[in-house]
């Protein structure tokens, strides 16, 4: 009788530990860091190194959830204000090792995280490479909680800067916060799919997911691969081979395609930041880089934010794919001049 019990409760004991252990790990491995430089664990490669005096982090969203958090405060006496980068699907902090740089040495803070699902944060499959999301409004919570624990308290202005998925989302956070930041920076925004309708997308979707298959890979997706092509992204072969050594280093970054529900949650998400009553919701300046050679969302779209809302800014770059932020020098160095100037006014 005594024996079995206590092997119950020693399988109790077990079950709680590994709980808190995949609770605590993000957090557990910056406590436990002994390395030289404070809370060293941002991935670097040869070729690609993060800038220095960054301050890495782990916040808790919600039980079981954690965001990994990188903050970096400008050196320049001429400060301009605190930039919170919102990333697009797949990606993750190091990705924007060269653009922080830049930024810093404008005079900006950075703050920047990896959403739910991806990069190191908490991923939500136990396939982890599926890109996948029940709803957006769950991304926007995750906005919310790096806005309060590590953003609010950086010094004024704050301004926003998303890219992709994450210029979509910073379009929904301006929707629902219209007076928190003083300027805000669309890259490619994600509206809309490139060739896919976000009406055709959505109906896709539900009926993938009536067949049980809402956590499957698209039509035509997979899992990660390593290689990957340039052509989507960027005409700087030079830069895109630099961001990707980093996944010989850290495997996990690594991300597959999108799932049939984070499809229906995207569709749900841009249909309704489109709506002419949530896009009049805006009262923060807006700039909209759109990539005019954007093979991932549709730039088309785009013209029609500054039309139902004149305090949009929509600048087409012809030419440009759909990371301006690690095109060519001609684009790259436009956007950043722009953005500078859009941000300092």
């Known amino acids: 009788m005594y024996t079995s019990f206590g092997i119950v409760l020693l399988l109790f004991a077990g079950i709680i530990a590994i709980n808190f252990s995949r609770r605590s790990s993000l957090k557990q491995a910056l406590r436990l860091d002994t390395t030289p430089e404070y809370k ?151 509206q809309s799919i490139a060739g896919l309708p976000s009406g055709i997308l959505g109906k896709l979707a539900l009926f993938f997911k009536a067949l049980g298959l809402s956590q499957a890979y698209v039509l035509g997706g997979g899992a990660g691969n390593k290689e990957k092509k340039v052509d989507k992204y960027t005409s700087d ?25 984070w499809s229906k949650a995207a569709t749900v998400s841009m249909e309704y930041s489109m709506l002419p009553q949530q896009l009049l919701k805006i009262k923060t300046p807006v700039y909209v880089a759109s990539a005019k050679a954007d093979t991932i969302v549709d730039g088309k779209v785009h013209d029609k934010l500054d039309d139902i809302n004149p305090i949009i800014r929509v600048e087409p770059y012809p030419g440009a794919k759909h990371e301006i932020y690690t095109e060519i020098d001609e684009y790259r160095n436009r956007f950043l001049s722009e953005v500078d100037a859009f941000l300092s006014s």
Request: net charge positive; charged share 25%; proline share 5%.
């Open 40 to 190: 060293k664990r941002l991935v670097e490669s040869d070729s690609y190194k993060a800038p220095p005096g960054y301050i890495l982090d782990a916040i808790t969203v919600e039980k079981d959830l954690e965001l990994r958090t990188a903050t970096w405060i400008t050196p320049k006496k001429e400060f301009k204000g605190s930039i919170l980068i919102l990333t697009g699907r797949g990606e993750f902090i190091e990705k924007y090792y060269e653009t922080i740089r830049d930024l810093l040495e404008l005079g900006y803070n950075i703050v920047i995280f990896d959403w739910r699902g991806q990069g190191l944060s908490s991923r939500l499959l136990v396939n982890k490479e599926k890109g996948f999301v029940v709803n957006f409004d769950h991304f926007l919570e995750d906005a919310q909680a790096v806005y309060t624990q590590k953003m609010a308290d950086l010094p004024h202005p704050h301004h926003l800067l998303g890219h992709s998925m994450g210029g979509h989302l910073a379009l929904r956070e301006l929707q629902d916060h219209p007076y928190r930041y003083h300027r805000a920076v669309l890259c490619a925004p994600m």
């Open 237 to 261: 072969i030079k830069r895109f081979k630099k961001w990707t050594s980093i996944f010989k280093k850290e495997p996990r970054l690594l991300m597959g395609s999108a799932t049939w529900q």
